[in-house]
């Protein structure tokens, strides 16, 4: 690590930021995104203070607007770069940045090869004013490619407190590409904090049986072998799958001075859900682990 | 009169320098000895000064090859983990139940390929022959390739960027030994983006059939695959039909039926209406079908009853007459 980082934008704006987390799992749909944004809620509710920033590198497949509640907000330019969208409106402590916020239409595709995806990779880190963050969590597509290069060799160089988490699900073709992103994080020397085990079991509604809809255990025993930290198995949760995938707007984002306090509506009926229970003690070891990065 | 007359060396897909820095891009990146990564390193100027690339001299090599392939299919979704590479391979085995129909499978997904776990294929090997690269035989009449025949361990990753991926995929298209095929079954990783443009413009002189796009009942994976769809018209690609996998659950204990993924906007049906398109039909969560994948063996012989193999019977039936093969 060099003692005086090169000055890039980049450089400059990272400087703010205390804590960054990459969110990784090889495979697609096993709820990187999710964790992404029950990581930063939780980070968010950690403390009355915590500043939080989310930026959704998925630039093909953005889903953080609408985990967030934030589907159809754009982003301002400001002299000071481009403003994050503030999931808490006014109190400005989680801030959002994603290519669904820079998108006409919502349903717009975004189909560009690697160099473009690296120079707008590029303008997230060192364009958008984050402010000072305590955290910011880094919400990837699945795979080793192009984005996770790009995040690493720009950010790398100008940061030594980057970690990462690893999510999968019990399945094996999920636990295989979760290996490669193992090796993927050794090979790129990023400390790894630890794996989710995601989708672990389902409660059946009607009666209580738990099933192993994508089997079980995988998880935790992928991070005995290798030596990695477990942070926690995830039951699917339909209340936490509703309630990331209709996340409306809500009228109230935008006059958040009519709520009591610091929560906002996701937030509020996130904290209801059984997830936000257990996640809590993840985060718990997530903020702890971190303290030792760098 | 095939495309090579020498055999073709099977590349090793972690092949670096072995003195290039951490983040070497890749020789054959556009970025080639202009990253920052290249700084200081030894090879730069050779890597800088390679001459741009001209029209892609594999185009008439890959359409040589593929004037063999019958039917070209591409399986797509905009969203991850909703079940491409299972139904790809229900794909394959339905076909190949049929002995006088020879299928193949390619797996473009580079980064994350599950084809050879899902076809119980996952410790083989490609051989190089004068004829090409010998894809993988699963049966007489059904045949994988992949890159995950030519990792040394399935935990060794693929970090690559775009241009290397792409020079793989045109590869697979022209230097693969297929033979004649009914079917080319292509399966893909998700997103929008390297492998998507380049089977899309590599195949494009020897026309895509068509392609299946496959979802989850919630709408952020429809997001997805509204955006997948627009790709699709955007390069001229014709939908085939869309396909909802994960679509209700059926408790194994009281048999009472409950929505993991709630169709919070419609699902697939709403969908596809919207886009005017037909949905081929609505697979339900069944936990064996994930186990039959872990395992590597096929779903729809192992539990010929289940609601979900029925499922998967009439969606590809009806893929079928789509494509004029009834």
Not at chain 1, 31 to 47: D, M, N, R, T
Not at chain 2, 149 to 178: T, Y
Request: net charge negative; glycine share 10%.
């Amino acid at each position: 690590m060099p003692t005086h980082p090169p000055q890039t934008p980049v450089a400059r704006r990272l400087k703010h930021i205390k804590h960054i987390v990459i969110v990784l799992s090889g495979k697609g749909g096993v709820g990187k995104s999710s964790v992404s944004a029950q990581l930063a809620l939780s980070l968010h509710a950690s403390s009355p203070t915590a500043r939080v920033g989310v930026l959704d590198v998925d630039l093909t497949g953005p889903s953080i607007p609408r985990m967030l509640g934030l589907d159809g907000h754009g982003v301002h330019q400001s002299s000071d770069g481009w403003v994050p969208v503030y999931a808490d409106g006014r109190s400005a402590r989680l801030a959002c940045m994603s290519v669904g916020f820079l998108l006409k239409r919502r349903e717009d595709s975004v189909v560009w090869r690697g160099p473009k995806k690296n120079a707008m990779i590029r303008q997230f880190l060192g364009d958008v004013r984050w402010g000072e963050l305590d955290y910011l969590v880094i919400d990837t597509p699945p795979g080793t490619s192009d984005e996770h290069l790009s995040l690493l060799e720009h950010m790398a160089p100008v940061h030594d407190r980057l970690s990462s988490i690893i999510v999968t699900t019990p399945q094996a073709v999920a636990l295989a590409d979760a290996l490669k992103c193992l090796s993927f994080t050794r090979a790129v020397n990023l400390p790894v904090l630890g794996i989710i085990e995601n989708m672990s079991g389902y409660v059946c509604p009607c009666c209580g049986e738990i099933s192993n809809v994508f089997s079980t255990g995988g998880g935790a025993a992928m991070a005995e072998t290798e030596r990695v930290p477990f942070l926690g198995s995830l039951p699917v949760d339909t209340d936490l799958v509703t309630l990331l995938d209709a996340a409306e707007p809500d009228a109230g984002i935008e006059e958040p001075a009519e709520r009591e306090g610091d929560a906002f509506a996701v937030l509020e009926r996130y904290q209801k859900t059984s997830s936000a229970k257990l996640f809590k003690d993840v985060v718990g070891t997530v903020i702890q682990t971190m303290s030792r990065v760098g | 009169m095939l495309a090579t007359q020498t055999a073709v060396p099977i590349p090793d897909p972690l092949s670096r320098p072995s003195n290039a820095p951490e983040h070497c891009p890749g020789v054959e990146s556009e970025f080639a000895g202009k990253s920052s990564a290249c700084e200081g390193c030894a090879n730069q100027e050779i890597c800088a000064s390679s001459t741009p690339k001209g029209p892609d001299p594999s185009l008439p090599l890959i359409r040589e090859r593929m004037s063999n392939v019958k039917r070209k299919i591409l399986v797509l979704s905009g969203k991850g983990g909703v079940g491409k590479s299972t139904f790809t391979a229900q794909l394959g085995w339905a076909f190949a139940a049929d002995e006088d129909v020879q299928t193949g499978i390619m797996d473009v997904d580079i980064c994350g390929p599950s084809i050879p776990t899902i076809l119980g294929i996952a410790n083989e090997q490609v051989h190089a022959s004068r004829s090409g690269w010998s894809p993988v035989y699963v049966q007489d009449n059904l045949s994988a390739m992949s890159v995950g025949f030519m990792l040394p361990s399935a935990r060794d990753a693929v970090m690559w960027r775009g241009p290397k991926k792409n020079g793989l995929i045109a590869q697979f298209l022209k230097d693969v030994d297929w033979g004649v095929l009914d079917y080319l079954v292509v399966d893909t990783p998700p997103g929008t983006s390297d492998e998507h443009l380049s089977i899309a413009q590599l195949l494009k002189d020897s026309g895509i059939d068509g392609a299946v796009v496959v979802t989850t009942p919630q709408e952020v994976a429809l997001q997805d695959v509204r955006r997948e769809i627009d790709f699709c018209r955007k390069v001229g690609i014709r939908v085939l039909g869309v396909v909802e996998n994960m679509a209700g659950f059926v408790c194994p204990n009281c048999k009472g039926e409950s929505q993991i993924f709630k169709p919070s906007t419609g699902g697939a049906k709403r969908l596809a209406e919207d886009m005017s398109l037909e949905l081929l039909g609505s697979v339900p969560l069944d936990p064996r079908i994930g186990k039959s994948a872990d395992y590597g063996v096929s779903f729809l012989d192992e539990y010929p009853d289940s609601p979900a193999t029925t499922a998967y019977l009439s969606i590809i039936r009806r893929l079928k007459e789509i494509l004029g093969d009834a």
